[in-house]
């Protein structure tokens, strides 16, 4: 079946190069991404996790785990984190998925369920390989994005995503256009006037359905 946003993640367990997981249990009361590639040893993709790994400070302020996904095996992702490291000047601290039977592939509509990968294969043999979930505490998935394999991902979009998402979550709340943190949040529709302001404080009331409220704390 399709995944679809506020699914629940599917509680797969899973092969790291840190050791074996159930994925709920992984994620615990945290926020979570999720974020794949379809081979280890690739120029972008060794681009990519370097930056998750620059970014660690950044996941832990969010109380946000983060977990790489590949269809290589555990010692490959050894090695490869030689070179992510060495590249980004940054510890790699974060588990990398061994999904060699494309099981967490499929299962978070990657691939097909009928996909398998060719002896021989290259990266083009799985390139759909190449997304980020965004999971909330309550294991519901709260954004998707797929790159091709020539856009390198931008993941101080994803930590921005992760901002909008945090404020908003569980709230009558969702964040405008090129938000960033500490700007005004939209009040939803869900709230007359009255209630919003209630709840928000003074409104800036720009047409009868786009309200701004200051961005509350």
């Excluded at 999904?99 to 002896?119: R, T």
């Excluded at 939803?188 to 509350?216: C, H, M, Q, V, W």
Aim: glycine letters at 6%; charged letters at 25%; a negative charge.
């Amino acid at each position: 079946m399709a995944l679809r946003i506020n699914d629940t993640i599917p509680n797969l367990h899973v092969v790291t190069d840190l050791g074996e997981y159930d994925l709920h249990d992984w994620i615990g009361d945290s926020w979570a991404i999720l974020f794949s590639h379809p081979k280890d040893f690739t120029p972008v993709c060794t681009t990519e996790f370097g930056a998750v790994a620059q970014l660690a400070d950044e996941w832990a302020k969010r109380g946000t785990k983060v977990m790489g996904i590949s269809v290589d095996g555990v010692d490959e992702h050894k090695q490869w984190k030689g070179d992510i490291e060495k590249t980004a000047g940054a510890d790699a601290g974060f588990p990398i998925i061994a999904d060699e039977d494309l099981a967490v592939a499929k299962a978070l509509d990657m691939l097909p369920a009928d996909a398998y990968l060719p002896d021989g294969r290259t990266p083009a043999d799985s390139a759909t390989v190449r997304s980020v979930f965004i999971v909330a505490p309550n294991k519901k998935v709260q954004l998707m994005m797929t790159y091709p394999m020539s856009v390198g991902r931008n993941f101080a979009e994803v930590l921005r995503a992760l901002d909008g998402l945090q404020r908003t979550y569980e709230q009558p709340l969702a964040t405008p256009a090129n938000w960033e943190t500490g700007q005004d949040v939209i009040v939803a529709l869900s709230l007359d006037d009255a209630a919003a302001t209630e709840k928000f404080g003074e409104l800036d009331i720009k047409l009868p359905y786009l309200r701004y409220a200051k961005n509350p704390a």
